[in-house]
């Protein structure tokens, strides 16, 4: 991963995404000491940053051979909602696979692009592994939600506009499941300026990652717990190069509890009237839990999903 790939992977998609906002907060920047900013991928076309990987997936293959294809993802939801939305915009076939158990709000808004859903598995990797060898056992482009060089380049376009909008960035929080979006983000900003702290926030519930890297192998036998972070939630793929890149670009993980990601998405609607889904949350909820290591930098939250379920919803409001 190469600043180049991920600039012409900017250049490629710019055309079916926003450039989000990177928003100053007062606000939290008093309560921190710190100089926060958050990058608002919940402003994002789909609701999530997973649009960007998805486009540049599809956008990689020649557009004389793309009609020929029929394009698979695996999902939760969010990366199906983006891999849906742009093979609907270019006319293109797609079939989708979700775990049994998705959000209802997620599954009525997938449902309204008209592309085929399937469902295998009682978590995201089961998911993600059916749908590879289906996809190999019928010849189909497998569109993965990470583990993907192009996925990844995609994700990495949120570094690039951080760096042209703050430029004196110093750490950012990134949510991490798979890998991919931190993977991304740090790739483009690590080659940047190697001095920007990356942080890796994942759910005490769902710590797949941070204990793969402190172990130093991928581990399956990690059972994830229900988290409000059910976007990051689930194992990793064997052989994921997402892995090496956590272990070699990310400077530190930090695990929060669902009462810290619970309180961080109350503050968001309380002080932002702004409701966002829970893996949106673990950034926030990261830098509240130890404020002083960051006081006087320019902090970045990547705001990475806006779809919140109803459940969910009732949870933090009447048991915070």
């Known amino acids: 991963m190469n600043l180049k790939s991920i600039t012409k992977a900017h250049s490629r998609i710019s055309p079916y995404i926003r450039h989000t906002p990177l928003e100053y907060s007062a606000l939290l920047s008093q309560m921190t000491g710190a100089n926060v900013y958050l990058k608002l991928e919940n402003w994002q076309l789909t609701g999530s940053f997973k649009v960007r990987g998805a486009t540049?997936?599809?956008?990689?293959?020649?557009?004389?051979?793309?009609?020929?294809?029929?394009?698979?993802?695996?999902?939760?939801?969010?990366h199906a909602a983006g891999f849906a939305y742009v093979v609907k915009e270019l006319g293109l076939r797609g079939e989708i696979f979700?775990?049994?158990?998705?959000?209802?709000?997620?599954?009525?808004?997938?449902?309204?692009?008209?592309?085929?859903?399937?469902?295998?598995?009682d978590d995201s990797l089961e998911t993600e592994i059916h749908t590879r060898a289906y996809a190999e056992t019928h010849g189909h482009v497998l569109v993965h939600p990470y583990n993907d060089p192009d996925i990844i380049a995609g994700q990495g376009?949120?570094?690039?506009?951080?760096?042209?909008?703050?430029?004196?960035?110093?750490?950012?929080?990134?949510?991490?499941?798979g890998g991919g979006l931190i993977g991304g983000i740090a790739a483009y900003l690590k080659l940047y300026n190697s001095?920007?702290?990356?942080?890796?926030c994942q759910p005490e519930n769902s710590p797949e990652m941070?204990?793969?890297?402190?172990?130093?192998?991928?581990?399956?036998?990690?059972?994830?717990?229900?988290?409000?972070?059910?976007?990051?939630?689930g194992g990793i793929e064997q052989g994921a190069i997402t892995f090496?890149?956590?272990?070699?670009l990310v400077d530190e993980f930090a695990l929060v509890s669902e009462k810290e990601i619970a309180n961080a998405l109350l503050w968001l609607i309380k002080n932002?009237?702004?409701m966002v889904e829970g893996s949106a949350g673990l950034a926030l909820a990261t830098l509240l839990k130890n404020p002083e290591k960051y006081q006087g930098k320019n902090v970045v939250l990547i705001v990475c999903g806006r779809r919140l379920s109803v459940e969910k919803l009732k949870k933090i409001m009447y048991n915070v």
Request: aromatic share 4%; with cysteine; charged share 25%.
């Open 56 to 78: 540049n997936k599809i956008l990689s293959i020649p557009e004389s051979e793309r009609q020929n294809k029929t394009f698979v993802a695996a999902s939760t939801g969010n």
């Open 98 to 121: 979700l775990p049994k158990h998705v959000s209802p709000s997620k599954l009525e808004y997938l449902r309204s692009f008209g592309v085929p859903l399937h469902f295998h598995g």
């Open 157 to 177: 376009t949120i570094g690039l506009e951080i760096a042209q909008d703050l430029p004196e960035v110093e750490a950012v929080f990134v949510p991490v499941g």
């Open 195 to 200: 001095d920007i702290q990356m942080i890796g």
């Open 210 to 233: 941070c204990v793969s890297i402190e172990r130093g192998h991928i581990i399956e036998e990690l059972i994830s717990k229900p988290t409000l972070s059910d976007g990051t939630a």
């Open 244 to 248: 090496d890149m956590c272990k070699k």
């Open 272 to 274: 932002r009237q702004m």
